[in-house]
């Protein structure tokens, strides 16, 4: 066997490779025999064949036999002898294949095309220069906190002695028929909370729900408008009937310094309840700043070291991140049978675009990881099951034997301990300067638009209190 090689390009390789006549020979000889011990050709016992008859009568099978014998054992013969690491099966065209000869009389020529790593040059991270921002405290954002907490803690009182009015909430079993199709399934919703006067709160709701009271049946009318969210409903016009299970009124705490300390937090006053708060929030601004430092020195690292990325690895990316986008639309509710092709193929070119960024920095970090010289120790491994088991509020021994269970999951947390590293690395290296805040959101194209969500069995009902968009 003969093999030459030829770069197409960093990441391609291909291979020319020249199959000589004494190895065709030989292997034109033991398929021919193999065939001829156990074809039954007219006018021969079983086995007993000429052998010449049977390369007639078996030519075609024979000879896709030979190829399939000789040409594996020559490519993976001219991969080893250059060297070549490939990171897919490698990409085969015959010279000539339809008048190809295999019965040894002369050599056979063929092309591989092969995909592999190209060389990384030593990456340039040493003084990449990032901007750091803290992102100031806004007026409010300590109060809109208070009112949050002090909303979790609302309690729906039940009213006594009245009627509902506006400000109420009204639970009521649900259930509409649709105007034009009396006799079709109807909608359905237990429990259904309506808060009257809300202002996402369908307006015929509140009309028809103010004034009942527990126990009681109300039957009205709402015809929905073209333009409402549920696409089930848009345009419908619906005969409902509501059993009424509860009035009642959200009655939330008084914010003062016995609420306060009622949180069992550790809180003295409403005075020292906005300190800790406010401390936490310039905290959290303070880790965004340093993540944002992180992200932003990666991104650097990427557009300074430019390298051809192997299509295989981009593409294999994107597909994952295509998938993950796919689970978490069906999540959201999403028919994805009637998702938009071109939707897709838009979404699957943004993932191949983050995929070759994902896919750069990778080998990017990785390299910088053995040039930094990082190890990932058992400590290290420890520490991060033990973060692990505060989060899921489980003991670490749970961890490390759920992560055992799984293969290559402890190789994961590895190799992430290793890239978190790597980026420490290219971090401690930059050149860091402070900054004002900048919005970054202000003026940034919108996000495009994302199909409308399939209507589940159960998604009217739970939408047709609320107003449309």
Known sequence: ?????????????????????????????KVSQKYAKRANVPGFRKGFAPVDVVRVRFKEEIRGDVLQEVIPAAVAGAIEEHGLHPLTEPHL???????????????????????????????????????????????????ALIAERLQKEAALIPVEGRKSKIGDTVIADLEGTFDDDPNGEPISANDLEVVLGD??????????LVG??????????????????????AGKTLHYKAKIKSVGRTETPEANDDWAKSLDEGYKSMADLRKKLKADLETYAKADADARVRNSAIAKLIEDNAFEVPNSLIENQA?????????????????LNKVDENFVQMAYGNMRTQAERDVRGAVLLDKV?????????ETDVDEEIAKMAEYYRVTPEDVRKSLTSQKGALDNIR??????????????????????????????????????????????????AKKGS
């Open 319 to 335: 597909r994952n991140l295509l998938n993950n986008f796919a689970e978490d639309m069906q999540q959201r509710g999403v028919d």
């Open 199 to 208: 202002e996402v709160i369908e307006k015929s709701f509140t009309e028809n």
């Open 93 to 143: 065209h015959l010279d000539d294949h339809e008048n190809a000869v295999v019965n040894g009389t002369v050599p056979l020529s063929l092309h591989a095309h092969v995909e592999v790593m190209p060389e990384i040059p030593t990456p340039k991270y040493d003084g990449i220069e990032v901007t750091r921002r803290v992102k100031p405290l806004a007026d409010g954002e300590v109060e």
């Open 415 to 464: 190799n992430s301990l290793k890239t978190r590293k790597a980026i420490e690395a290219v971090v401690a290296k930059a050149k860091i300067v402070e900054g004002e805040w900048i919005d970054e959101s202000v003026g940034q194209p919108q996000e495009v638009e994302k199909p409308k969500k399939a209507a589940k069995k159960k998604e009217p009902a739970k939408k047709a």
């Open 212 to 233: 009942v009271e527990a126990d009681e049946e109300k039957q009205f009318t709402v015809a929905y408008p073209e333009t409402f969210s549920s696409e089930a409903l």
């Open 369 to 377: 990881a053995e040039i930094e010289k990082v190890v990932v120790s």
């Open 1 to 29: 066997m003969k093999s030459e090689i030829k770069e197409v390009s960093p990441t391609q390789k291909e291979l020319k490779i020249e199959i000589d006549a004494a190895t065709l020979k030989e292997a034109y000889g």
